[in-house]
């Protein structure tokens, strides 16, 4: 069994899409092997590591696609979207990874994990769905579907009506011991995408699928208590922390604790849409054992891992 400490790496959401005239395969291809590149450094350093993703644009794609061929086939269930995009990112990350060990001369192997994600059926987040999916739509489309598909819809911001659903708490990840074996045995583990694929669970532990969107780094700090993680690493679009965020008195945060970390949150530092749940993630995974955690953006991670640079939480 390996020795080297362990860290979960969460992929910002968006990062295999640089903008909007960079959405296609290729694009994305090309956007995983920079991800990926850093990911390599940080193995190359000692970590064995663990690669979540989110998956909004993605599933995005696949439910835009699914409208558009309602007339000719079947759509496609939220939770299959979430399979069918573990799949192509695994396979993405996987590629990008092999090339990069081959290139750097390094004995690693890549293997992602189709991860399911238990909710409570319970969960209050169901009797208010509130997370927007899909394309948008005039009100009587929207309507329409209200009424013969039971969805719940919403009017956003007048740019139209969208499709939501719950956003419910993970209780679970049901691989995560299956993650767990494949890190002691070496491998670099692609998992729980976009928060992993959301299931309950009935009175004989049966799972079923269920139309709903896992926050991904709810359930990536899930998976990093479950695998005693030694680390929680959040990938973003920013190099540091920051309280009162664009503003004049912009302060970043090198390294605080778990009880500043809490103190700042209560105060609304870190806004719902952003900066909020990564941190709400964080906390989670702390007060459960986790001892610390960073948050950088990719092209830093090298030199967070260091100490010059990163936003560094620790309990």
């Known amino acids: 069994m390996s020795q080297k400490k362990v860290a979960v790496v969460a992929v910002g959401g968006n990062s295999l899409i640089k903008d909007e005239a960079h959405r296609s395969i290729p694009d994305q291809y090309a956007a995983a092997q920079e991800s990926m590149r850093h990911i390599a450094d940080m193995i190359a350093q000692g970590w064995e590591v663990v690669v979540t993703h989110g998956n909004g644009p993605q599933v995005g794609f696949i439910l835009r696609r699914s409208e558009l ?77 209200a009424a013969n598909e039971k969805w719940t819809v919403v009017e956003d911001a007048g740019r139209g009506w969208r499709r939501v659903v719950a956003s419910p708490l993970p ?83 090198d390294r605080i604790n778990l009880e500043q970390a809490r103190r700042y949150q209560a105060e609304g530092h870190f806004a719902k849409g952003s900066m909020g749940p990564k941190i709400e993630a964080i906390i989670a995974f702390l007060e459960r054992g986790g001892k610390q955690a960073l948050i950088t953006d990719p092209e830093n991670i090298g030199n967070a891992l260091a100490g010059s640079t990163g936003t560094w939480i620790e309990s």
């Open 69 to 145: 061929a309602r007339h000719e086939l079947h759509a496609v269930p939220l939770d299959f979207c979430g399979a069918d995009t573990q799949g192509a990112i695994g396979y993405m990350f996987q590629q990008a990874l092999h090339n990069e060990f081959l290139r750097r001369g390094m004995r690693k192997q890549a293997a992602s994990v189709v991860t399911q994600t238990l909710v409570d059926r319970n969960d209050p987040a169901f009797s208010k769905p509130s997370k927007p999916i899909g394309s948008f739509m005039d009100e009587a489309m929207a309507k329409d579907r």
């Open 171 to 253: 209780k679970r990840i049901i691989e995560a011991d299956a993650i767990r074996a494949l890190i002691q045995a070496g491998f670099v583990v692609v998992g729980v995408g976009g928060g992993g694929i959301p299931v309950i669970e009935d009175e004989h532990g049966n799972l079923t699928g269920v139309e709903a969107v896992i926050d991904k780094d709810f359930g990536s700090s899930l998976l990093a208590s479950m695998i005693g993680a030694d680390l929680f690493l959040i990938s973003t679009a920013v190099e540091k922390v920051a309280l009162h965020y664009n503003k004049p008195n912009q302060q970043w945060l």
